[in-house]
């Protein structure tokens, strides 16, 4: 049993950086019905974005170049972890745009529209980046390796799971307790409530979309210095986020942070008995679950049934 | 809007006209392919891909199931064509029927989990038993070969009794192709204008006024999936059969959604023969745009991308829409019954 | 005994009571009424008598065996049909088809994938003459979405009728409809009356009270005043609604 623990504690920490890539995609999911399948693409870009901004090697050989490389990684870093999820975010406004030509068809189109869209964006980082693995810069304080009941741990990972941690509350807060946030929740539910309330109905989708994109896109960067960034790195991630909200109940946002933990906990305790299936154990809780409960641990009716 | 099901009469041929011209199409191809500047592979892996196209557009156009995870079946189609192959015996005929049969039997277990589910549930659960596959042909080295496969599968001859004909070459393995082709398309147009067809477009249409009117509905969507799987399986047969190997790349959700693209950009949502226009479009997109950039996949995505905006009945409708006499040699020609009206 | 009957039918959603004790009994051969406010549960009893929920106490008896709690396509089978309130039909197929597809000599085809449905001459044939007593003969090729709303109502009990049933169930037949068209349904409905078991809920009075051989009042879930329409001509809350209603 005690051997378990550190793979428990694996498990949780993969558990809240699964909330954090599911977070955005659940808040577009319960507020819009669309499954946003170019998540992991947003997420993906983020991560680029960052990777441009730390980097900075598109700035040339000027003197604003030079400038800002021979600053040190923290306040490079810190911008990254602050602009890379804005511009991912204005890129999910840019969809969000080409979206509403399927809005009040049925779910399949914008399924298919954003499956597309994650298509165009990895052939577009391809294009931009190479096809190449790639690394993210990180400051010294948050890498390395630190001991901890006599385990090793990386540094970065609990610093991301952290990050998560605080994320989750912010957007959690942000839908509770500020008036934009009930609003949100409205728009969820009764569209007629957010015009007879004064609020325009398109924008609030645009605004929406774009904070999903851009927590995707921080995602991105927070997620990407443990998994590595490759073009290709979208579709590694939708699918467990999709699965993740599908598990915890398409609308519910703490039914998807309890089934992203589920997942990680599955996935780390397979890891300690058949690392090579850790993986696939994930896909077989969905088909448990959601073989027996049709809408997952918390779902509620929703039109994406149609 | 064109749809699949709104037709007037139909003729109750087994061969229609244009059934006819696509057979003449696919026979005469290895004529003038070359001319044209392709080469005879591509017309294979288009046959293929299209018997692939119209098994699954049974499921996911004429049944209304949007399955995201069908390569699964074309995957396991293959592997079980080279397993059978390389452990059982150089065989075509055992090869196809081993797998059509495991697609089939792969496709009937996941239905019976699928076929109560609907809408986003059932595209998450496909996508889900689809990774378990892809997962499971990585990770089970010894039967599978793991990442790399299986290699060097035998071409086996075709029989014919007295004299047997060597597939070897891709000109003979084409009409092979071509020939199954013909059957599959023959027997999936007829299929959805038999009872059990229309029954599953009534499904797509209205499932609680199907199950009102008496149907078992869950026991036609399993039907539809695994009927589908068993083309996929066929389809994936041929592929290992013309590759020479099998491999999990086959089976990955790549694979997955390409099908689902080539079917909509094509415009099997509206039409029989939208699944065959977006497949002969996808494969010449290949291989023109590729080879006058690398980046073709992008500008495939973006016309992917505007087709779902703007023309979701893809090809098919836009050639509809071109004249109203295209629409109709398109959308089935109304055939006069006998006792007239 | 009655052909159809549902005994003590309870229905809740969560803490919600829907129905609350409802018997009803339906005799071969009779036209049955059931009125109501809106809101008083009536299509809610409809749904748990044809299968679409499953009431939460209760029995259900048609011909003498138990279909409580049988999902609608068994009941259906069983010759129990059903219209909707709503528009419920295969909007892109043609108006044949849709009766088609509800014929019992077609579902008994289910399996057959290799015979075309379009040279069955036997089929089209029934399914005209239940287009002739709908009286939608003539536009059997059209899609049914092109239909007039009437015509799109008339199709929607032709569907009931198809699948050859003991007893039918119609749920706000005339809603929608202008004065010619309730007519024609009245005569519709005289005509069907030899030959099947209705029961249709209804919020025409005038209608209802031509028409129906007996008629129960549903109000808050539950059951209030049941008889022919001389005896319930007396009774307070008909003659209430009928005075905001009819007059």
């Not at chain 1, 929740?185 to 398109?202: F, P, Q």
């Not at chain 1, 995707?216 to 443990?226: E, R």
Request: hydrophobic share 50%; aromatic share 12%; proline share 3%.
């Amino acid at each position: 049993m005690t051997q378990l623990v550190p793979h428990i504690f694996n498990g949780l920490t993969l558990g809240l950086l699964f909330a954090l890539i599911a977070l955005g995609f659940t808040l577009i999911v319960g507020v819009m019905e669309v499954i946003n399948l170019a998540h992991g693409s947003l997420f993906a870009l983020g991560a680029y974005f960052a990777l441009a901004i730390i980097g900075g090697s598109w700035l040339g050989d000027t003197a604003i170049g030079e400038w800002w490389l021979a600053l040190p990684i923290m306040p490079r870093y810190i911008l990254a972890l602050i602009v890379a999820p804005i511009l991912a975010g204005l890129s999910g406004m840019v969809l969000e745009l080409a979206l509403r030509r399927t809005y009040g068809k049925a779910p399949l189109y914008g399924l298919l529209l954003t499956f597309g869209a994650a298509l165009v964006i990895e052939e577009l980082i391809r294009l931009g980046w190479g096809t190449g693995e790639q690394n993210l810069q990180l400051p010294q304080s948050i890498s390395g390796a630190i001991l901890l009941g006599g385990l090793i741990y990386s540094k970065y990972k609990l610093f991301a799971a952290g990050f998560a941690v605080f994320a989750i509350i912010m957007v959690w807060l942000f839908l509770e307790k500020t008036p934009y946030g009930a609003i949100i929740k409205a728009g969820a539910h009764d569209s007629e409530m957010v015009r007879a309330l004064g609020y325009d109905l398109a924008r609030l989708r645009l605004l929406v979309f774009g904070l999903g994109a851009g927590l995707a896109g921080l995602a991105g960067v927070i997620m990407v210095p443990i998994w590595g960034l490759r073009p290709h790195v979208g579709i590694d991630v939708v699918i467990p986020a999709f699965l993740i909200i599908v598990l915890g109940g398409i609308g519910s946002f703490w039914g998807s942070v309890i089934a992203a933990i589920l997942v990680g906990l599955s996935v780390g305790i397979t890891g300690a008995y058949a690392p090579a299936w850790s993986m696939m154990s994930m896909y077989i809780l969905l088909i448990l679950v959601v073989g027996f409960r049709a809408r997952g641990l918390f779902g509620k009716k929703s039109a994406l049934e149609n | 809007m064109a749809t699949l099901s709104d037709i007037t009469r139909r003729s109750s041929q087994w061969i229609t006209p244009q059934i006819f011209v696509f057979a003449v199409f696919l026979l005469s191809l290895p004529l003038w392919i070359r001319p044209i500047g392709l080469y005879q592979y591509i017309g294979i892996e288009i046959a293929i891909w299209i018997i692939f196209a119209l098994g699954f557009n049974l499921l996911f156009g004429y049944t209304g199931l949007h399955s995201f995870g069908h390569g699964a079946y074309l995957g396991v189609g293959a592997y079980a064509f080279g397993l059978f192959q390389l452990h059982v015996g150089v065989s075509l005929i055992g090869g196809l029927l081993a797998a059509v049969f495991a697609a089939a039997l792969a496709g009937a277990f996941v239905a019976c989990f699928v076929s109560h589910r609907r809408g986003i549930y059932f595209a998450l659960m496909t996508i889900a038993f689809g990774q378990v596959f892809w997962f499971a042909s990585i990770k089970m080295h010894g039967i599978t070969g793991g990442e790399d496969g299986l290699l060097n599968i035998p071409r086996p001859d075709l029989n014919l009794g007295v004299y047997s004909v060597s597939l070897s070459g891709n000109t003979a393995l084409y009409y092979l192709i071509a020939v199954l082709l013909i059957i599959v398309t023959v027997f999936t147009w007829r299929a959805m204008n038999s009872p059990f067809g229309r029954i599953l477009q009534a499904i797509r249409q209205n499932e609680t006024r199907a199950s009102f009117i008496g149907y078992e509905v869950w026991w036609f969507k399993w039907a539809a999936f695994t009927l589908s799987a068993m083309f996929a399986g066929l389809a994936g047969g041929l592929f290992a059969m013309a590759q020479e190997s099998a491999y999990p790349d086959v089976m990955s959700l790549h694979q997955s959604g390409l099908i689902v693209m080539m079917v909509l950009v094509g415009g099997g949502l509206v039409n029989f023969w939208g699944p065959i226009l977006g497949v002969i479009l996808y494969f010449i997109a290949r291989d023109v745009l590729g080879s006058i950039t690398e980046t073709w996949l992008l500008w495939y995505g973006l016309m992917f991308v505007v087709m779902v905006m703007f023309k979701p009945e893809g090809l098919a409708g836009v050639l509809a829409g071109l004249s109203k006499n295209s629409a109709e040699t398109l959308n089935d020609l109304p055939v006069k019954t006998a006792e007239g009206n | 005994m009655a052909l159809f009957e549902a005994r003590n039918i309870h229905k809740r959603f969560g803490s919600r009571v829907v129905l609350e004790n409802i018997s009803l009994s339906f005799e071969e051969g009779q036209v049955n009424g059931i009125m109501g406010p809106n809101g008083a549960g009536k299509t809610t009893c409809f749904h748990c008598l044809t299968g679409h929920y499953k009431p939460t106490r209760g029995n259900i008896i048609f011909d003498g065996q138990d279909i409580t709690g049988k999902p609608p396509q068994r009941i259906s089978r069983m010759g129990v049909s059903r219209s909707f309130q709503l528009m419920n039909l295969f909007d892109d197929s043609s108006v044949i088809e849709n009766i088609i597809l509800a014929l019992p000599d077609f579902r008994r085809r289910y399996a057959q994938a290799t015979r075309s449905v379009f040279d069955d001459r036997e089929l089209l044939e029934q399914a005209r003459v239940i287009l002739d007593q709908v009286g939608l003969l003539g536009q059997e090729w059209l899609p049914s979405l092109s239909l007039s709303y009437g015509n799109r109502r008339a199709l929607e009990i032709g569907v009931a009728l198809a699948a050859n049933p003991r007893i039918v169930f119609l749920d706000e037949p005339t809603s929608g409809l202008g004065a010619e068209a309730t007519r024609q349904l009245a005569s519709l409905i005289n005509k069907l009356r030899s030959k099947y078991t209705i029961v249709m809920i209804e919020h025409d009075m005038r209608f209802l009270f031509e028409l129906a051989d007996t008629i129960s009042v549903i109000h808050w879930g539950q059951v209030i005043a049941q008889g022919t329409p001389d005896e319930l001509q007396s009774n307070k809350w008909v003659q209430r609604s009928a005075l905001g209603e009819v007059a």
